[in-house]
């Protein structure tokens, strides 16, 4: 099915289905992301959170279904048109997967090296701002992974996801491992790069801080598809069964009194 191209759409996804072998992990899935918008991807263990977030970035083609990107068909793309949308995108992967035998510059130069255009004497500069961005001090950036923190390695790794400018930020469980102040600030973090640079940003998580408080939008997956989309508090008064086990939980009631007696927020 073609899908007519939005330019307040980053993402437009239509029938979605990924199948491995007998298993089928999505079917008929739907999503769109808003230009701007922070929208958390979440749902219960073998939702197919992290397969969605692959097919999104064209690391995984689905079997059917079709897909726009910042208003292009991104699956009948050409290989060079792929590559021209890859780089429009700045993804953070779960754990950080920064190279290890490489220091946190040197992480950030080689994707400056390989696909930027900038002359060789920019390109320290250009990393170190990333790394600035990314609330790192400048004394990291000649440190290895193993000599990080976690909440320094996903910095790390969001300096690098920034490091060519992207449009659509990509985050797979950025604050996983993270204590809870590291986390908030991470989210923090986040919001105020969204506003700074004009980012549209996507992340799967199961941080329920992250959720009511670092999103706009929660797309909830179930059912092999996006059952709902909505802010935190609407989906936490939605009957599906799915969303009231999810957002009905003990863990969840602080939030849900918190969004009650402050209705426009979630």
Partial sequence: MAIPPSTDLIVQARGLLNRFGASTVHEGLDLD????????????????????????????????????????DALSASPAQRIRLHLRMGILFQGGALFTGLTVLENILLVLR????????????????????????ADAAHKYPSELSGGMVKRAALARALALDPELLVLDEPTSGLDPLGAADFDQLIGQLRDLLG??????????????????????????KVL??????ELAERAEPELVEYFGGVRSKPYRRGAAGHPGGS
């Fill in 114 to 137: 390989e696909h930027s255009a900038l002359r060789p004497g920019l390109l320290a500069d250009v990393a170190m701002l990333k790394l600035g961005l990314a609330g790192l001090p």
């Fill in 228 to 233: 709902a989309v909505g802010r935190a508090a």
């Fill in 33 to 72: 992301v808003p230009r701007g918008c922070i929208m958390a991807l979440v749902g219960g263990s073998g939702s197919g959170k992290s397969v969605l977030l692959r097919t999104l970035t064209l690391l995984h083609a689905p079997q059917q279904g079709s897909l726009r990107l910042f208003g292009q």
């Fill in 199 to 224: 980012l549209t940003v996507l992340q799967a998580t199961h941080d329920l801080d992250s959720i009511w408080h670092g999103s706009d939008l929660v797309a909830f997956l179930a059912r092999r």
